[in-house]
């Protein structure tokens, strides 16, 4: 029957819309969730480059209180019209104090340690944030080129994509119901009309068995009036 030839036809077609509407969604899941990632990874590199702003001001802070000390330690030990075992100078008019805060040696690793340790975070997290950018817009591009080919029009947000992407597989769906519905009428239509026939070919089989009995009845009374 072609009616129901066209409904199975129109059922797939729609169907494969649909699936693609679905792939669309996913796609659209994946994207945000990658920008929800990028968003964090960004704010967690803000505060980590903050962070370690301070954290170096600190280091350099101890590092030069460090040799401060040591430059004070040995201008104690300096004479006049003796060499200083650094720069060989036999004169030294403004000698080197030692500050009042005097970090040691195991401070001054401690603090470098820290250091190194924040700008790898930074360096890291940097990393990271440009990946997920790559990535986001990667996704964002099959976004939009899916969208362009199946809603028409790539000239709208993530969102509108998603409220559309929605509304157009609800109405899909509803459209298949439709084509499912006229698919069964006409498996019924069919349905009938075979038992219709089957019924007249019944009637007409029965009609020549009739007029062949008659035939037959008709040849014994004309033998018998004989």
């Known amino acids: 029957d072609s009616r129901g030839e ?12 649909i699936r693609r509407l679905e792939e669309l969604e996913n796609r659209l899941e994946d994207c945000e969730k990658v920008s929800r990632e990028r968003e964090k990874t960004q704010k967690q590199y803000q505060k980590a480059a903050a962070e370690q702003k301070q954290i170096s001001e600190q280091y350099r802070r101890i590092e030069q209180q460090f040799w401060d000390a040591q430059a004070g330690m040995l201008a104690q030990g300096l004479k006049e019209d003796e060499p200083c075992p650094v720069c060989g100078a036999i004169h030294h008019p403004t ?9 040691d040696r195991e401070v001054l690793e401690q603090a470098k340690a820290e ?15 440009h990946q997920l950018v790559t990535q986001e817009n990667e996704k964002m591009s099959a976004v939009l080129k899916d969208a362009g080919e199946l809603l ?3 000239r ?8 559309e992407t929605k509304r157009q597989k609800s109405a899909d769906e509803a459209r ?29 089989d029965e009609l020549v068995m009739l007029n062949e009995q008659n035939i037959n009845l008709g040849q014994m009374l004309a033998t018998a009036t004989e």
């Open 152 to 154: 028409g029009d790539v």
């Open 95 to 103: 000698l080197a104090v030692i500050p009042q805060e005097t970090p």
């Open 156 to 163: 709208m947000s993530l969102n509108e994509i998603k409220t």
């Open 115 to 129: 250091d190194e340790k924040a700008r790898e975070s930074v360096s890291r997290l940097s990393e990271k944030a």
């Open 176 to 204: 298949r119901e439709e084509y499912k519905d006229q698919k069964e009428k006409a498996k019924k239509d069919l349905d009938v009309k075979n038992v219709l026939e089957e019924q007249m070919q019944s009637a007409q």
């Open 6 to 17: 066209q409904a199975e036809k129109a059922i797939l077609e729609v169907s494969e819309r």
